[in-house]
Nanobody, 126 residues
Framework: QVQLVESGGGLVQTGGSLRLSCAAS????????MGWFRQAPGKERQFVAG????????RYADSVNGRFTISRDNTKNTVYLQMNSLKPEDTAVYYC???????????????????WGQGTQVTVSS
């Protein structure tokens, strides 16, 4: 089993940057694909970025491609989301998610993710 704790959210102006971190407990972190999702008020949770177990493959939502970068450090059991050129429409609660230990490939399907963090608020002011 793995537990996830996000950090790094906050308030930033349009065009600014934030780096989210997701610290995982458990011995099987390095064998799982990981992802970041976000949920704005009144909207469904949506995929933002995903990364394979090794970090060799990544995938992004069209809305963040070229601005956000997902990465992981398996020696620290941590996955990151670097967010640049932030826009007001990026405002949401951001969630870190883990697939089961048998899922090593990157996936954007929300149903492939079984473990979720508590979320961290990101607010981008105009």
């Amino acid at each position: 089993q793995v537990q996830l704790v996000e950090s790094g959210g906050g308030l930033v102006q349009t065009g600014g940057s934030l780096r989210l971190s997701c610290a995982a407990s458990g011995r099987t972190f390095s064998s799982r694909a990981m992802g970041w999702f976000r949920q704005a008020p009144g909207k469904e949770r949506q995929f933002v970025a995903g990364i394979s177990w090794s970090g060799g493959s990544t995938r992004y939502a069209d809305s963040v491609n070229g601005r956000f970068t997902i990465s992981r450090d398996n020696t620290k059991n941590t996955v990151y989301l670097q967010m640049n050129s932030l826009k007001p429409e990026d405002t949401a609660v951001y969630y870190c998610a883990a697939t089961p230990s048998s899922t090593t490939w990157v996936t954007q399907n929300i149903y492939d993710y079984r473990t979720w963090g508590q979320g961290t608020q990101v607010t981008v002011s105009s």
